[in-house]
T-cell receptor, first 110, second 113 residues
Framework: KQEVTQIPAALSVPEGENLVLNCSFTDSAIYNLQWFRQDPGKGLTSLLLIQSSQREQTSGRLNASLDKSSGRSTLYIAASQPGDSATYLCAVRGNTPLVFGKGTRLSVIA | GAVVSQHPSWVICKSGTSVKIECRSLDFQATTMFWYRQFPKQSLMLMATSNEGSKATYEQGVEKDKFLINHASLTLSTLTVTSAHPEDSSFYIC?????????FGAGTRLSVL
């Protein structure tokens, strides 16, 4: 059974810092991995999708990497802004629907 | 624009009543939809897979008689929480799988008094 772990559970940084969020999964037989953002009390916003054959994807200040063999992904946020404050969820898709980690709660302080 | 529409966004009900949540796929026909539940500060947990024209597939530990799922058309799935109790208070989110990406509704916050 796939298990997804995200570290750290919470992170607080000053505005402007670059930061890395970590995600690990136990079963490397995945089709793809998605990173989502969730604001308090809201639904999910898809940030990046990495196919199993890809090593990274970039969108603006966000860069996600995937090391499928070691079961790891990272989300890199450059030049963080207060508007980046949210919970970031990592989810993997294998033969089942998306399996989620518990997320990293990010606070960017102005 | 939104790919998945979920309604209502927030509902408060008395214990013992039933609540229906609708999930619509706006951009494409979906033979399969997914229902997730999220408790405070927890991750999303898959409850069931909704299959158009057939019975839903429930995850282990999810009561099928309590969480009724109807997927009557290719664009609409409904989740009915029957005889809701305070412990059913949670955030319910539906999802539709596109070619690669899973799209999510905005979620429904259920509060049972």
């Amino acid at each position: 059974k796939q298990e997804v772990t995200q570290i750290p559970a919470a992170l607080s940084v000053p505005e402007g810092e670059n930061l890395v969020l970590n995600c690990s999964f136990t079963d490397s037989a995945i089709y793809n991995l998605q990173w989502f953002r969730q604001d308090p009390g809201k639904g999910l916003t898809s940030l990046l999708l990495i196919q199993s054959s890809q090593r990274e994807q970039t969108s603006g200040r966000l860069n996600a990497s995937l090391d499928k063999s070691s079961g790891r992904s990272t989300l890199y946020i450059a030049a963080s802004q207060p508007g980046d404050s949210a919970t970031y969820l990592c989810a993997v898709r294998g033969n089942t629907p998306l399996v989620f980690g518990k997320g990293t709660r990010l606070s960017v302080i102005a | 624009g939104a790919v998945v529409s979920q309604h209502p966004s927030w509902v408060i009900c008395k214990s013992g009543t039933s609540v229906k949540i609708e999930c619509r796929s706006l951009d494409f026909q979906a033979t399969t939809m997914f229902w997730y539940r999220q408790f405070p500060k927890q991750s999303l947990m898959l409850m069931a897979t909704s299959n158009e024209g057939s019975k839903a597939t429930y995850e282990q530990g999810v009561e099928k008689d309590k969480f009724l799922i109807n997927h009557a058309s290719l664009t609409l799935s409904t989740l009915t929480v029957t005889s809701a109790h305070p412990e059913d208070s949670s955030f319910y989110i539906c999802s539709v799988r596109g070619k690669d990406i899973q799209y999510f509704g905005a979620g429904t916050r259920l509060s049972v008094l």
